[in-house]
Nanobody
Framework: VQLQASGGGLVQAGGSLRLSCAASGRTFSSYAMSWFRQAPGKEREFVAGISWNSGRTYYADSVKGRFTCSRDNAKNTVYLQMNSLKPEDTAVYYC????????????WGQGTQVTVSS
C-alpha cells in the first residue's frame, strides 16, 4: 500500500482544513488507518484512527471534538477534517496503515505540513 497525504497549508487560528490520504492497492479496505503528527522538536504522536469499516474511531484528547476522521473505501481515501485549529496543532501530519488501530503501522504517507498562525 502506498499512501499520499495532501491538504495541508497555512490557516489562521480558528480556521479549518481537511487532509486527505489517498492509497494505492486493492487491500486499502483491509487496513485501519490513522493520522499522526510531529511538531518541531517533538516526538510523533497519534492524532486519530479509524477502523477498516469506519465502525470505530479514536482521537487524541487534544483534538477530540475538533477533528473528525473518516474514510471512503470506494475511493481508497481517508480524511481528517480539522476544525477550530489552534497554533499548537502546527505539525507535519502523516497518515498510516495498520491491520488494527494502535498496532505499529505497516505503511506511512510522506506527510503534509499544517501551520496554524495566531
Amino acid at each position: 500500500v502506498q499512501l499520499q497525504a495532501s491538504g495541508g497549508g497555512l490557516v489562521q487560528a480558528g480556521g479549518s482544513l481537511r487532509l486527505s490520504c489517498a492509497a494505492s492497492g486493492r487491500t486499502f479496505s483491509s487496513y485501519a488507518m490513522s493520522w499522526f503528527r510531529q511538531a518541531p522538536g517533538k516526538e510523533r504522536e497519534f492524532v486519530a484512527g479509524i477502523s477498516w469499516n469506519s465502525g470505530r474511531t479514536y482521537y487524541a484528547d487534544s483534538v477530540k471534538g475538533r477533528f473528525t476522521c473518516s474514510r471512503d473505501n470506494a475511493k481508497n481515501t481517508v480524511y481528517l477534517q480539522m476544525n477550530s485549529l489552534k497554533p499548537e496543532d502546527t505539525a507535519v501530519y502523516y497518515c498510516a496503515a495498520a491491520l488494527r488501530i494502535f498496532e505499529k503501522p505497516e505503511y506511512w504517507g510522506q506527510g503534509t505540513q499544517v501551520t496554524v498562525s495566531s
